[in-house]
């Protein structure tokens, strides 16, 4: 039943404990022979607060994790590549993408949450299937950089012919905990 319950808006476990859908809860866990529109919408009615303390304990744990997710380290990349820039509003920063799925398919036995596999046309994220010995490259971070700064990552495509990206990513290669891998990812700056 948990299954049906939580949805998957990340594939980190923890995320998906935290996600859950009261109003279908409730639903499920009337009897079949007494759902009806009007005990639905008493239902409703009566989980109505218990959304509100949801969505403010949703909203408290965002501000959490990015807290948590914003270390010294971030702040110190953050501070160095908007100073080589003299950016002083925060343009170039630092993003933590959200942990892939590891697995895909498991056994009934093994009582793991069941991912549903659907068509690419239906919008799903894609799922993929490896084996224990293939491995991917997991980024650790992204840097953020606005497109006044660098309009593609091909530096034969690039307005400024790949010096601003250049300067970057040497200051990454400096600055950057050992070990950790980045991905660049432009956005349009308003």
Do not use: W
């Not at 990015?66 to 950016?87: K, W």
Request: some cysteine.
């Amino acid at each position: 039943m948990a299954a049906v319950i939580c949805r998957m808006h990340s594939a980190t476990h923890c995320n998906m404990l935290y996600d859950v859908d009261f109003t279908r809860l409730a639903l499920q866990l009337l009897p079949p022979v007494l759902r009806s529109r009007t005990l639905a919408a008493m239902l409703h009615a009566m989980i109505v607060p218990l959304l509100a303390v949801n969505d403010a304990f949703t909203a408290l744990r965002r501000i959490t994790d990015r807290r948590l997710t914003t270390t010294a380290n971030v702040i110190s990349l953050e501070t160095a590549l908007n100073a080589a820039f003299m950016l002083e509003d925060r343009q170039i920063y630092i993003d933590t993408p959200e942990e892939p799925e590891n697995t895909v398919m498991h056994l009934a036995a093994e009582m793991q949450a069941t991912a549903h596999m659907t068509f690419a046309a239906e919008g799903a994220p894609p799922l993929t299937i490896r084996r224990e010995t293939e491995s991917r490259v997991v980024l650790n971070f992204y840097v953020m950089i606005p497109t006044f700064l660098c309009t593609d990552l091909n530096p034969e495509q690039d307005n400024y012919h790949g010096r601003n990206l250049n300067t970057i990513q040497n200051i990454l290669s400096i600055y950057k905990p050992a070990g950790r891998t980045f991905g660049i990812t432009l956005y349009d700056y308003e």
